[in-house]
């Protein structure tokens, strides 16, 4: 058999794979095994980001879950009115050298995150600029954000404010 030949063959076999598994008796117990089928691989496939986020930004990571979770909490969604999130926060994602800044040297202003106003303090949170990058950095690209990363270049006029300690 030429090669041509075994590719009309093959098409021919999975085109009628596909009829019957659409159209058959058991259509929808196929589809909702193929339905879970495509979501364990998406759900592997969501580990896997993640595992690979967690390994590129360990420092910022080890950061985040050692300083920023009690308030921003484990999804980054933080407690509506009382602590702004960080995953989705227009706020943040319209201008992160500002999240930089604040992370630095805290922030305590109105702010309207998402659409929420929000008004409590938050006191510096690191004392570099190293590890003020690493968690943004990490916050940028995980908790469903899209990415992006700001380097030392970025946010060289970035002053560390004098600490009241
Ligand atoms: C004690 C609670 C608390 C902790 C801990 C905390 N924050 Fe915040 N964070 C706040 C509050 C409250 C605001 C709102 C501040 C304001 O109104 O000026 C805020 C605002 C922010 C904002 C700007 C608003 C937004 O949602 O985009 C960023 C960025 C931020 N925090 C990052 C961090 C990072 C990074 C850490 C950990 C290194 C951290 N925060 C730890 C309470 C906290």
């Known amino acids: 058999m030429n090669k041509k030949s075994l590719n ?18 058991g259509a929808p117990k196929d589809d909702s095994s193929k339905s879970a089928a495509v979501e364990e691989a998406a759900q592997t496939t ?11 930004y360990a420092v910022g ?10 308030c921003h909490q484990a999804d980054a969604k933080g407690l509506t009115g009382a ?10 994602l319209k201008d992160p050298k500002r999240g930089i800044h604040q992370t630095l040297n805290g922030s ?11 008004n409590a303090p938050m006191v510096p949170q690191v004392d570099t600029k190293e ?12 908790f469903g954000n899209d990415g992006g990363e700001l380097t030392m270049d970025d946010i060289t006029d970035i002053e560390i404010a004098p600490r009241d300690n």
């Open 131 to 142: 590890e003020a990058l690493a968690v943004i950095n990490y916050v940028l690209n995980n």
């Open 46 to 56: 969501t580990e896997a980001v993640a595992a690979d986020v967690d390994e590129k």
């Open 108 to 118: 305590h202003e109105e702010m309207i995150v998402n659409g929420v106003t929000y």
């Open 61 to 70: 990571k080890k950061i985040y879950d050692e300083k920023c979770v009690v």
């Open 8 to 25: 009309i063959l093959s098409a021919v076999v999975v085109g009628s794979l596909l009829f019957f598994t659409s159209c058959g008796s």
């Open 83 to 92: 602590f702004p999130p960080l995953a989705n926060s227009d706020y943040l």
